[in-house]
């Protein structure tokens, strides 16, 4: 499991979109904050990064790592059985995470240097530490969704459509509307459906609401993130050993 780790980490730093990616954040975070950055540094690099750039980032970075893999012929030295498929998927999860780490770090150095010279102060570090702690979480959770969706499509025209649409939590929108005329239709569930126990418990719907200045539901953050994480884990293992990986 650690030498397919290793294996795969290396290849996150052999991916052109790693560089490519993380450059257009960089450059946007950067002309972003050039022309128009107010508040502390940490209040800024926490509006930005939650913005759902990130995320969607992630999510096209999933889909085009996944079939860079299948691609590259990365797979056939590493066996077919279906306990080393298991390993080989879940092996990934680790490089999504560290991708996640990538991204707020170049997000939160181009907002620094685009605010410096303007006398803008840093702001709160131990709320903003906690900030890109549930967004590392939380955007590993949504990476490895589409990790598992990218097995499931076979091609990456359909999840990288899907990560875009997912990114703006339209399918969040879509089913409050869903529990609205839930309410409307069995009275007896309308407490449930008002609370949003669906769609506020969405991966997106957590993310938008952590914050580096507004008070969150931490505990409910960590959660939709573990399970989120295992869930599409246990998806995308479960169609991977399936198929053949070569």
């Known amino acids: 499991m650690l030498n397919l780790i290793k294996m795969n980490i290396s290849r996150l730093f052999r991916t052109k979109a790693l560089y490519t990616t993380t450059i257009i954040e960089f450059i946007l975070f950067f002309l972003i904050t050039m022309v128009g950055g107010e508040g502390s540094v940490v209040e800024m690099a926490g509006e930005f990064l939650g913005s759902g750039l990130v995320l969607m980032l992630v999510g096209i970075f999933a889909t085009v790592y996944s079939d860079e893999e299948r691609k590259s012929g990365f797979l056939k030295n590493l066996g077919s059985s279906k306990g080393r498929k298991r390993l080989i998927f879940v092996s990934k999860i680790p490089v999504i995470f560290l991708y996640n780490v990538i991204l707020l770090i170049a997000g939160t150095a181009a907002t620094f240097i685009g605010m410096a010279g303007r006398g803008a102060v840093i ?8 900030f890109l702690l549930f967004e590392t979480l939380i955007g590993t959770a949504f990476g490895t969704a589409f990790l598992a969706i990218y097995e499931v499509a076979r091609g990456n025209v359909m999840p990288i459509i899907l990560t875009i649409i997912a990114a703006g939590n339209l399918h969040g929108t879509l089913l409050n509307l869903a529990e609205v005329k839930i309410a409307q239709m069995i009275p007896a569930l309308a407490p449930a459906m008002e609370a949003q126990i ?4 969405l991966i997106v719907s957590r993310a938008q609401q ?37």
């Not at 702001?123 to 906690?130: E, P, V």
């Open 210 to 246: 952590i914050s580096v200045t507004n008070p969150f539901d931490h505990f409910a953050v960590l959660v939709v993130a573990i399970v989120g994480i295992a869930v599409y884990a246990v998806l995308g293992m479960t169609v991977f050993e399936k198929r053949d990986t070569f």
């Open 123 to 130: 702001g709160n570090i131990a709320s903003f530490a906690g």
């Open 198 to 201: 669906l769609s506020g418990n």
